[in-house]
């Protein structure tokens, strides 16, 4: 699915958190978001979700303002993983991630055991198969990460919304969640603080300030004048000798 | 696909059980709710009174008997039933939504409300009599409801309507005001104009009071409780879907302010109207769920209903102890109730930190 926002802007209490953001991602693209902290990518991604209505502009999924959308229709088409949920609830992992079925069961359409396979499909594609009888407050931080994921996936989104999703994730775990990500035949947006990582992205996107300031090929984008601006780091591009993809390599903050 | 089919059915067996359980446990305890009391009425009386009542049949009972377990204790039973599965689906739904394990039915000042109202009907005379003190209670449940909603709104627009802990907060703590607010002034009309004698009656009253319960008080509590059960049943997957918050709720397709406001709206009315006819019964809005929860699980799917006859159930016990724990008085059966739940609260906090 095309994903499309023209405009975009949310404010709280008078302060502008983003401004005229405009993005356009193609079907099956990967799209990274970068940005120092509190550029506007959580607050951007919320709107792209329908959690927040925007103050101005609009979002589209395939041409469709999702305005108009009912919140259970939206969910059947993107699904967002946040980067901080949590719950005190005696909870199996296996119910959380049954959760992401929601958008599409009703009193008229109960729980079948297709919903089952979706959830035990969700829980290998990220290694947690093995945990799916695990209560939620026994997991590490990686492995409630891992879980949401798979909830996310459960809901067989056409469109996946990753909020810093390699947060709490031991390097393995980071590798094969990104890997999976670029594996999946839908849209993915995802923002990211590995800037190496968002390498592998087919699109980034820069924010800063609550605004988009520059999209396009990773390497037409992450520049060491970029760097040095936006990020405050004083940094160097390198050639990796072994498969002969560039990678920075960061010196020491402006 | 063999493992999947493995796992669904001992889950469908369970489900199968609770409802083939549940009315038969109902339906003994009403017999029981029935059966005890001062004067001990024996089974096979109750069930020719309630064959010469519902099936038309004539069998020859003392008709002192049938008086009182036709007019006064089946009423009374179904009365406490509907209450307790009223209150202890309030507790359910408040918790789930406002993500906080206090969360009670009084939780947005409706008892306070309540007894102001109450107050101010019977001592103060407002209304001049044409008010009878329920219909004072539920004037006074339905204003404090009203002003804690405006009062959290107000508290919570500001945030934009998206950080929805905020929201949830923002409810407890209007209700919190609003609850001491309401409590001032009912303590502000006893003392001011009522004697000991009614602020006695009054006191009583708060506490819980079944003894007045009659048919036609049947004729609302069942079916805001039935009513209550179903709009709670329609929504358990919602109620599921707020497990990780609103924010989580509403990126699972659940349309989170019209869903939210509907079902506080509903519990609320259907707690008030308890309160305005038996008085503020504590600590069942706030046990059985927790309890439920411990025994069959966070799903709302079985914690709707079982917490919903456990209520039920829970209640009856409480006045059928209310009535014979002390020989020739009726306690009040709140504390009753917070006699059992108390422990029962304690024991499940101790045990449920243990299982960690």
Redesign the interface.
């Known amino acids: 699915m095309k994903l499309t926002a023209q405009q975009l802007g949310w404010s ?2 008078g302060r502008t958190l983003l401004e005229d953001v405009c993005l356009d991602v193609a079907p099956g693209q990967t799209f990274g978001l970068i940005g120092p902290n509190g550029s506007g990518k959580t607050t951007l991604l ?1 709107l792209l ?4 209505k925007p103050k101005t502009g609009r979002v589209h999924i395939n041409d469709r303002s999702i305005a108009k959308m ?7 088409s ?3 993983v ?1 980067q901080q ?7 199996h992992v296996r ?2 991630v049954g ?2 079925r ?2 599409f ?3 008229l359409r109960p729980w079948s ?1 297709q919903d ?2 979706i959830v ?1 499909q969700a829980l290998s594609d990220v290694d947690m198969a093995h945990m799916a009888d695990r209560l939620w ?2 997991l590490s931080g990686g492995e409630r990460q891992r879980v949401h994921i798979a909830r996310a996936l459960a ?1 067989q989104p056409k469109i996946l919304l990753l909020d810093e999703p390699t947060n709490h994730l031991d390097i393995r775990h980071q590798l094969s969640i990104l890997e999976l990500v670029r594996q999946l035949p839908i849209t993915v947006v995802i923002s990211l603080h590995d800037l190496n990582q968002a390498m592998e992205c087919d699109r980034i996107g820069v924010m800063d300030g609550g605004r988009l300031i520059a999209s396009g090929q990773p390497h037409d984008v992450l520049t060491t004048e970029r760097l040095q601006e936006t990020f405050g780091v004083y940094a160097h591009v390198l050639d990796d000798p072994i498969d002969g993809k560039r990678i920075m390599r960061f010196r020491s903050a402006v | 696909m063999k493992a999947i089919a493995m796992q669904s059915a001992p889950m469908a067996r369970t489900q199968a059980h609770w409802l083939w359980l549940a009315p038969l446990v109902l339906l003994i305890a009403l017999l029981a709710g029935t059966a005890i009391g001062e004067t001990a009425i024996p089974v096979d009386t109750i069930l020719k009174v309630l064959a010469n009542h519902l099936l038309g049949a004539n069998y020859a009972v003392d008709r002192i008997d049938a008086g009182i377990i036709w007019n006064y204790r089946l009423s009374r039973a179904i009365v406490a039933a509907c209450c307790g599965t009223a209150l202890a689906l309030a507790g359910v739904v408040l918790q789930a939504l406002l993500r906080n394990p206090l969360a009670d039915p009084y939780l947005m000042g409706i008892s306070a409300g309540a007894s102001t109202g109450a107050v101010a009907v019977t001592v103060a005379g407002l209304g001049a009599g044409a008010f009878t003190l329920s219909a004072g209670a539920f004037a006074g449940a339905g204003l404090a409801f009203g002003l804690v909603v405006l009062l959290a709104h107000a508290a919570s627009s500001g945030t934009g309507g998206g950080r929805s802990t905020q929201a949830a907060g923002a409810i407890i703590l209007a209700g919190i005001a609003g609850s001491q607010l309401f409590n001032a002034l009912t303590a502000f009309i006893i003392t001011k104009s009522a004697s000991a004698e009614q602020a006695r009656g009054i006191m009583f009253w708060l506490l819980g009071n079944l003894s007045g319960v009659r048919w036609a008080d049947v004729m609302i509590a069942l079916p805001a409780a039935l009513g209550g059960l179903l709009i709670c049943l329609w929504h358990r997957r919602a109620l599921d879907a707020f497990t990780f918050g609103a924010d989580s709720a509403a990126s699972m397709g659940i349309a989170v302010r019209p869903t939210r406001g509907l079902l506080i709206i509903a519990v609320a009315l259907v707690t008030a109207i308890m309160v305005s006819m038996v008085g503020a019964i504590g600590f069942v809005g706030l046990v059985i769920p927790h309890a439920m929860r411990f025994i069959v699980g966070t799903q709302h799917t079985r914690l709707v209903p079982a917490s919903a006859l456990a209520g039920a159930v829970f209640l009856i016990g409480s006045d059928i102890l209310s009535r014979i724990l002390v020989p020739g008085q009726v306690l009040p059966i709140g504390v009753i109730t917070s006699l059992i739940g108390a422990p029962a609260f304690a024991l499940i906090l101790v045990r449920g930190t243990r299982n960690r």
Request: aromatic share 0%.
């Open positions: 709280v209490h919320r979700a329908g959690l927040n009912r919140q259970r229709h939206i969910a059947q993107i699904a967002l946040e949920a949590e719950t005190t609830d005696r909870i119910q959380v959760l992401g929601t958008p069961l009703s009193a055991a089952d396979a035990d407050h026994t809901q």
